[in-house]
């Protein structure tokens, strides 16, 4: 649950840099309304956030009603990655308002055209077919869901596991939730799916094995501790329709070593798994590449960006 900061005006020290501009008390009184506000009519979870009212923000600055200026390094959950407010991006979204259509679901339109063109244009093979969806976690639910028609259609009714790793993140909607690798997140859920299961990640904050640094390390070495854990499981890898995971994890900010990355894609084309890239955090530029697969070498059979 979150915790919430109490509302104390504090005296701070006045800053005046190129980035930063602290002119009032932190948090500033005046500000104290709105937050009320927020407090009264959200839930808890959305007020465990430092008490800066955002009132603005363009490239990487945050500003507040009342002058002060701040860096936003959480870049919005690395959604800003083109810069908040990128004038290209907001030019776009004025262009298409000012067009006069806001909306048209699944009626065929001349713009959706264009951008599942362009999507798949700048994409490898076999990544070919887009689906536009609104959220990474329904991205998640329908990755899960193609994953298990696939492997049902190929490997009949017992093909149906999704593979995904422990400290994953992949969302907060059911099926995506369970794919997360949070026991504690998941634990109101009570009756989880149990074809949905969690191998370790190959962190090397956390496992000497996956440090490519420990003079002992080697790919198979590594890659044999997702076997072992399979193994322990009980999970046939002719089972497994689907393994799911981020390219590099969010909350660790560490790629998977590139040799056990080679190694999963070897076992999917061999057991006939699809094998799915979690990239809404790690795409569209964000880990310096295109994509975030493209450090491996290798390419995803489904893409989440
Ligand atoms: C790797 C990853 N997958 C999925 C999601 C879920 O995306 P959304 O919050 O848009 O549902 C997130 C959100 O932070 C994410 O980081």
């Given at each position: 649950?979150?915790?919430r900061?109490?509302?104390?005006?504090?005296?701070?020290?006045?800053?005046?840099?190129?980035?930063?501009?602290?002119?009032?008390?932190?948090?500033?009184?005046?500000?104290?309304?709105?937050?009320?506000?927020?407090?009264?009519y959200?839930?808890?979870?959305?007020?465990?956030q430092?008490?800066?009212?955002?009132?603005?923000?363009?490239g990487?600055?945050?500003?507040?009603?009342?002058?002060?200026k701040?860096?936003?390094?959480?870049?919005g959950?690395?959604?800003?990655?083109?810069?908040?407010?990128n004038p290209?991006?907001?030019?776009?979204?004025?262009?298409?308002?000012?067009?006069?259509?806001?909306f048209?679901?699944?009626?065929?339109?001349?713009?959706r055209?264009?951008?599942?063109?362009?999507?798949?244009d700048?994409?490898?093979?076999?990544?070919?077919k887009?689906?536009?969806l609104?959220?990474?976690s329904?991205a998640?639910?329908?990755?899960i869901?193609?994953?298990?028609?696939?492997?049902?259609?190929?490997?009949?009714?017992?093909?149906?596991?999704?593979?995904?790793?422990?400290?994953?993140?992949?969302?907060?909607?059911?099926?995506?939730?369970?794919?997360g690798?949070?026991?504690?997140?998941?634990?109101?859920?009570?009756?989880l799916?149990?074809?949905?299961?969690?191998?370790?990640?190959?962190n090397?904050?956390?496992?000497?094995?996956?440090?490519?640094?420990?003079?002992?390390?080697?790919?198979?070495?590594c890659?044999?501790k997702?076997?072992?854990?399979?193994?322990?499981?009980?999970?046939?890898p002719?089972?497994?329709?689907?393994?799911?995971?981020?390219t590099?994890?969010?909350?660790?900010?560490?790629?998977?070593?590139?040799?056990?990355?080679?190694?999963?894609?070897?076992?999917?084309?061999?057991?006939?798994?699809?094998?799915?890239?979690?990239?809404?955090?790690?795409?569209f530029?964000?880990?310096?590449?295109?994509?975030?697969?493209?450090h491996?070498?290798?390419?995803?059979?489904?893409?989440?960006?």
């Amino acid at each position: 649950m979150s915790r919430r900061f109490e509302f104390v005006p504090r005296d701070t020290k006045k800053i005046e840099t190129k980035n930063r501009r602290i002119v009032t008390k932190i948090p500033v009184p005046e500000s104290s309304e709105i937050i009320e506000e927020l407090r009264k009519y959200e839930p808890l979870s959305m007020s465990g956030q430092p008490l800066v009212v955002w009132d603005r923000a363009e490239g990487f600055n945050v500003y507040d009603k009342f002058g002060n200026k701040w860096i936003d390094f959480s870049s919005g959950v690395v959604v800003a990655n083109a810069g908040h407010c990128n004038p290209k991006v907001k030019n776009a979204i004025i262009e298409q308002a000012e067009h006069g259509l806001l909306f048209n679901y699944c009626f065929p339109s001349e713009i959706r055209g264009k951008l599942v063109k362009k999507l798949s244009d700048i994409s490898p093979e076999p990544l070919k077919k887009v689906f536009l969806l609104s959220t990474g976690s329904e991205a998640t639910e329908c990755a899960i869901k193609l994953a298990r028609k696939y492997g049902q259609k190929v490997g009949g009714k017992k093909k149906i596991k999704i593979i995904t790793f422990d400290d994953a993140f992949h969302g907060r909607t059911l099926g995506a939730i369970q794919a997360g690798g949070s026991k504690k997140a998941k634990e109101w859920i009570v009756n989880l799916d149990p074809d949905i299961n969690q191998v370790p990640y190959p962190n090397s904050f956390k496992y000497s094995w996956a440090d490519v640094n420990d003079p002992t390390y080697s790919d198979d070495k590594c890659f044999n501790k997702i076997l072992s854990s399979l193994q322990k499981q009980n999970i046939e890898p002719e089972h497994i329709a689907g393994i799911m995971s981020e390219t590099f994890q969010g909350a660790w900010m560490e790629l998977m070593t590139p040799g056990v990355t080679r190694k999963l894609r070897e076992f999917c084309d061999k057991f006939n798994i699809v094998l799915i890239f979690d990239e809404v955090q790690a795409g569209f530029g964000r880990t310096g590449k295109l994509f975030g697969f493209e450090h491996y070498n290798i390419v995803p059979d489904n893409l989440l960006c």
